[in-house]
């Protein structure tokens, strides 16, 4: 084998309603990529057991992240769409690199702190290995590329660091097997059976803050709904929200400086750009010393504009339960095919008996 075959990866949990957050920073990437990329677009149900375990309808909240996929471009017959549980590759995948992780690089992990939060002993094991399971996601299919936003950026350097010494580990027996990739580590040459996934982070609005307070990412869990704009909204209430989004007394500035220490100026100009496909600098052109007064309806145009539709979309894809299944079910099982040829060689690798 001479090289990696390129690939992007990148999966969604289906934990509360998606918002513009998870369109500008995830799904609108998802849909550029497959132009240019062959893809595997996930939504990681087992991931959502660690943020609670018992759910009243957890299959309806997966199929409706699906739906949010369909509804904006992806399309499932060229690239591959499917739920995480329905692949027991993962889980096992995961397992090993449970066995090749540190627990001292789990326990640097910024989010198990911030979610464990002072009770971490009473934290479930889940939420301490999910950067496994997450490593695992992207590896069990080889994947060269993930896009991933500020919040994941640290647990595909996980990813990088598990894929690099598994390699490490297992160089010897990889080559022996004539099923690895040579690849420079320092001064070292090794034979890698698992490539070290890059990041594709970028754009205008790869982060994008709570409409009622700049400082705090937009969440689904925030108490207030008018904190966020759900891809689900109509145009009415995704006009009202932005109308009532927070701002201060000052004009916009003229240059991308300017935003400085005005958090909520920035994240609104943030949120023009990446639906305008536009640099903050070029809306800052056209808008720079107006008064908030009239940049907000022409941003409000523009998200019902670009949202609208695919509200509209995606609660009709919803509406048609047995097309979302059948595009899981399919999607599935052509992951199943790919994931199943990765794990027969790691088992190899590993040197579990098979056959």
Not at 258 to 268: I, K, Q, T, V, Y
């Amino acid at each position: 084998m001479s090289a990696f075959k390129p690939l992007v990866f990148s999966g969604v949990q289906p934990t509360g309603n998606l918002h513009l957050g998870n369109y500008l920073g995830a799904i609108k990437k998802f849909v550029a990529l497959q132009d240019t990329s062959d893809c595997i677009y996930c939504v990681v149900d087992l991931h959502s057991l660690t943020a609670q375990l018992v759910y009243d309808d957890l299959a309806d909240q997966t199929r409706s992240i699906t739906a949010a996929f369909l509804a904006s471009g992806i399309d499932p017959k060229k690239h591959i769409v499917f739920n995480q549980s329905r692949v027991m590759q993962h889980a096992e995948l995961a397992w090993i690199f449970n066995c090749v992780a540190r627990i001292g690089w789990m326990n640097k992990m910024t989010q198990f702190k911030d979610k464990a939060g002072k009770d971490r002993e009473n934290a479930s094991l889940g939420l301490l290995a999910y950067p496994s399971l997450m490593a695992a996601d992207i590896l069990l299919y080889r994947a060269t590329h993930v896009p991933v936003g500020e919040d994941q950026k640290q647990h595909l350097e996980l990813t990088r660091d598990i894929a690099q010494k598994f390699n490490n580990d297992f160089s010897d027996r990889i080559a022996g097997l004539g099923v690895g990739v040579e690849m420079q580590v320092g001064e070292e040459t090794v034979n890698g059976f698992f490539p070290i996934t890059e990041p594709v982070i970028g754009g205008p609005a790869a982060r994008i803050m709570s409409l009622r307070d700049g400082s705090k990412k937009m969440s689904k869990s925030d108490p207030s709904d008018l904190s966020r704009i759900n891809l689900t909204d109509d145009a009415d209430t995704i006009s009202k929200k932005i109308r009532k989004a927070k701002t201060d007394p000052e004009a916009l500035p003229s240059e991308v400086d300017g935003l400085e220490s005005r958090p909520e100026a920035e994240n609104l100009v943030g949120i023009y750009a990446g639906l305008a496909e536009m640099s903050k600098a070029d809306v800052l052109k056209e808008f720079g010393g107006q008064q908030f007064s009239v940049f907000k309806p022409a941003l409000a145009d523009l998200a019902v504009e670009k949202l609208a539709p695919i509200a509209g979309e995606m609660r009709r894809i919803q509406g048609d339960r047995a097309y979302v299944d059948a595009v899981l079910r399919d999607g599935g099982e052509r992951a199943g095919v790919l994931a199943e040829t990765t794990m027969k060689t790691v088992r190899d690798i590993v040197g579990l008996l098979q056959g």
